[in-house]
């Protein structure tokens, strides 16, 4: 990959929202996310010259790398926010999962990922990525209740 500043600016504006989108679904914080975001794309653009040619793939792996420490770093959030029917949100379920299914459901269903993808963001193999969504999905059907079979990432997928 060629090392002019034009490439990482263009590469920057197609993904820094989508970036800090997947930060905050790790995170469930809008402020971290953003920072989350910045420092991972600052490693990007430290590494430019040396990337390959999926440099986005590169970048999701780092923000859930930054996530994953961040997480280490702060205490374990609680056990998520319930609505007036007792029904708990999706981003307090999120949390709730172990990180590495958090991330390949995130990566997986939020952000429109194929398998093959999800693997080479996180250095995985796509049958990796499958278990680990299939069961983040089915964890998060356990704690959302009904309510994920026709929103959450399992509903849409069973509608395509």
């Known amino acids: ?42 490693r990007v653009r430290r590494a430019w010259p040396r990337l390959g040619d999926d ?23 609680g056990p998520g926010r319930r609505d007036a029917a007792g029904a708990m949100d999706l981003p307090g379920a999120l949390r709730r999962l172990p990180h590495r299914r958090r991330v390949c459901v995130v990566l997986r269903y939020a952000s429109g990922l ?18 680990r969504a299939v069961k983040g999905v089915r964890q998060l059907a356990e704690l959302l209740g009904d309510s994920l079979a026709s929103t959450g990432p399992g509903g849409r997928e069973a509608a395509r």
Not at 55 to 77: D, F, I, Q, S
Request: glycine share 10%.
């Open 1 to 42: 990959m060629a090392d002019d500043g034009s490439g990482f600016l263009a590469f920057f504006d197609r993904h820094h929202v989508e970036l800090s989108r997947l930060a905050y679904l790790l995170t469930g914080d809008a402020a971290g996310a953003d920072d989350l975001a910045a420092d991972a794309l600052g």
């Open 55 to 77: 440099p986005a793939a590169h970048a999701r792996g780092l923000v859930a790398t930054l996530a994953r420490g961040r997480e280490r770093r702060l205490l374990r959030p």
């Open 114 to 131: 194929t398998d093959d993808e999800v693997a080479r963001a996180l250095g995985i193999s796509p049958a990796t990525v499958r278990s």
